[in-house]
Structure formats: structure tokens, C-alpha cells
């Protein structure tokens, strides 16, 4: 299980925010390159459709492999009322043939991305995870050096936080909290529920280069 | 990693395998000095295609299994034996199975048994029984030697202990014996070099032999 939130910002005020996260989350910032392929069951199997992610880290020397199914996610009064999405998400590190697997099972590619960009994890009420990448698509099957941005100019963040059934509401606290010192530069919602970038995400930006150019304390 | 030597118990024509053959090849290993040291288990699972009606069946492996090893419980391993594919993942890949819906597990067995160590050997000796019905199914042994982890290094050391086993087990009048099936591992892309992955494959390997054997005493 976990919550999430997720939120788009310009390209140009990255950099601004990853200033931000450096000093609020207090750890060194984790590069990401992740192929991900999305596969789903072909027509024959199973008695209803199914979809399994296959993403593959580009950031080693050795690409290492994650198999991750996303789930429902929790509906009713009880979860309108939170301002997070909390679903069951279910991973596996797997061996680098878990694509051959698949397809051997009787799954088909229905599309791959490829994921740039950078992520902190720390601990503030929860272990959370922010990650800011460019989202792209490739020109030619399984070509990840051949990618075009999906967004052009736009970046796509999003911040997860894993819970358990009897822990949610505080982990969707302490994401809700930790949102709210992003919001000059993004606002963060349920994925699924669009809000565009923040009107004063230049402001809040140039501020934050201002001070990063003239301070190195936070 | 140590390699290991996976053995099935194969009975003569007409025979099947029961309790006392399994209780006397135990009073074999402790015959020549083995020393009983806790007691093992893995699982194997068969995963079948939930299909549609119309689908035809032929378009999905039927040698799906699902294996895990009492070295490493928090990993699960998958091998579909006849595209010589095995794979590692977290146990949680289970789970992710179950979610899925796709395949279900249609039969379960459990190896399990005692484990004994003999110098540089450690023996396991094994039932094979399913886990919805508890019926003996087969007998297993596994035979490691630890100083070793090349596969064509131990070929030696292994076979000369296996033709001591068989000697030693043969002044019993039992109506069967151990067999080594030797899977091609270069096949499945696996090196020289000893892993659970290559344990995996030796066990998709026997559970085949093991049903040509059930199929024939039926026939």
C-alpha cells in the first residue's frame, strides 16, 4: 500500500526546487534513469485485463530490474476526505529476464517510458520519496538513447510514501504536511485530478536561485 | 555458493514410492556417519493460464512452476522449463501473481525432511508430498559439498561420492534408486558458477521425471 500525490512544474524551475528539497530533506539528492515498460495480459488471458510494470534501472553499470503492480485505489467517504491517494502497490526486484518471462506468459507491450531525473528519500513523519523527472518516449522499440520528452518543458514530480492499512491516515498526514512547504513552486494532488503549474512558481523560483546564489546555509 | 547434486527417487517397473523405503534410505545416510542437523523444506507450485473459453490453451506454457528454497526465504524462483527460462525475485513477486489474476497454482508439493552433515557433505533426504492431499508423491535427496561452487570443478568429488551413496544403499533390498539428471544450465543462461537458480532448475528438471514415472505406473 502507499500514498501518493503528484504535481508537474516547469523545466525551468527545477533546478529552484531541487534547492528547495536539498534543504529541507537534508540528504543527497539520487539520480534516476528508469526504462519502464507497461504490459498487459493479451486478449485470451485471464478473466479480466491485467497490467504489470517492468521497470528497469539505466542508472548502474548493470541494469537491475522491478517488477511493480499498481492496484485500486481506496474509494469511499473515508478516502474523499483525504487529500492523498492511497492504493495497494505491490513490488519485486527480479533477474533481467523477467521481460522474456512475461511475454513468454502471454503478456504484450502496450507502452515504455523513460524516466530522467532526480529523487530524495528521507524520513519527516514517514519515509517519503519525491522524485522530479522528465518523462519521455522512445522513437524506436527499447531505444532509451532515442527519446523524445512527453511534456515538452514540463517536468512531472510525484511523492510516495509506503503505509500499511493500519498506518495510512498519518503517512497521508505527513505527506500532506511535507506538500505544503512546495507550494510557491507546485501544488501536489491525487493523481488523475489536474491542477497545472502554480502562479507563483517564477517568483517563488527566483527567489529561491537568489538566495542559494548568495548562501550556502539553510 | 556450494553446489548441490538434486537426486530423485525413481522405483522399478511396477513399484511406487512409500514410507519404508524413504524411513530405510535415512537409516542408510546415518549408517555411513551422517549426523542429523535440523530439518528442511521448499515448495513447488504449478501456475496454470486462467483462459478464456475460446482461447487455445497451446498458446501458454504448461511448465510454469514456481519454486522456493529454504537458503533464501525471501526469494521466490520461476522457471517454465521448456523455453529454458529461470528467474529470481523477491517473494513478493507472489503476491504480485495473485494480483494479477492471470495464472493460478492448480498443485502444490513440499520437499521436505531432515538434513544431515557428513564432513564436507551435507545430505538431505526428503518426502515429496502434495499439500492438499498429504499423499507421498516421491522421495528426494540433495547432495551439497561445500568447498566447491564451479559445477565442472565438484564433477569429480560429486560423482565419486554419489557412487559411494549408491553402493552404500544398495545392500538394501529397496525397489528403486536415486537418479542424477543433470539439466543443460548453459541452456537457461546460467554460469559455471553454483546459485539457487541452478537448485531451481534441477527441481523443475526432477518434477518432470517425477510425473513421466507417475504417468507410466499408471499406464
Redesign the interface.
Known sequence: MECVVQGIIETQHVEALEILLQGLCGVRKENIKVHELCLK????????A?E?RLLCNLEQPEPTWT?R?V?GSMRGAGADQISVLVR?M??????K??L??FY????KLDHELLRVGFAFHFYRGAQITITVVSVGKMLKLHATDDSVPVTPGIQVVEVTAPASAENYNEVATAVSSFCEYLAPLLHLSKPGVTTGVVPTAAAAAASLMSFSGGNNNM | MPIKWVLHWQPNAGHTVNSQILAEVSQCVESINGVKDGKWKATLSFYRPVIKEQANAAEFPRDFLGISLPEQPSKYYFVLRGQRLVLEADSTIQTIMEKLQSYKTRVALNFEGVQYQLGDFQLRVGKVVSIQSESLRGIVMEMEYRPISSWEKSHKIMGEFFDIWQEALSKRPLPGHFVHMEPNFGEFGLSGQYTLQHTAVQYATIMLQMIASAQSVRN
Not at chain 1, 90 to 95: D, G, Q
Open positions: 495480459s493479451g486478449p485470451n488471458l485471464g478473466s479480466e491485467s504489470v517488477v503492480h492496484g495497494t505491490v513490488e519485486s526486484k527480479v533477474s529476464n523477467v522474456r518471462l513468454l506468459l502471454g503478456y
